[in-house]
């Protein structure tokens, strides 16, 4: 009977270790995520079909400024946001303060989302019908990148995380 029982208790510990090294593995990095999986760069801008090599290059200019336009404001928002941790953290919170950080985090927004508009407006002026279809249902689709989304995994592209479906924007 002893001996049953030690049986059935080595038995449940060797399960109990094999279910719990089941669920510790980790995945492949596969799936979708935000952390930017196939990164040449240019994201869904480059998978647009036939591009030309002075389509690929006007692409390129019209990132790179965009980039840098936005870069500035997005270091601005992260700022504001950590001061806005900060406001919301304290004792006694100033909603008055909060507000008004608010309100200037969402003009900072508001003006990469245009700035961004305009990018595209002028990538869509460089492209043939076709390419510009493809372009529009890109663009449309909820398929990429999104800040704050969640993601597991590794990849070869900065910021690590599962991406097979995920392209930089």
Known sequence: MKKNHFKSAVLIVALIMATSQMYAQQGNGQGQGNKKGQCNGYGKFMNIPDLTDSQIEKIKVLKTTHMKTVLPVKNEIGEKEAK??????????????????????????????????????????????????????????????????????????????????????
């Open 84 to 169: 806005l941790r900060t406001l919301m953290s304290a004792e006694n919170v100033d909603m008055s303060k909060v507000n008004s950080l608010i309100d200037e985090i969402s003009v900072k927004k508001a003006f990469m989302k245009k700035d961004g508009v305009k990018m595209a407006i002028e990538i869509r002026k460089i492209l043939t019908e076709e390419q510009r279809v493809f372009f529009d249902m890109r663009m449309s689709s909820k398929k990429g990148c999104r800040k704050g989304g969640k993601g597991y995994g590794n990849s070869s592209c900065r910021g690590g995380g599962r991406g097979a479906n995920c392209h930089n924007r």
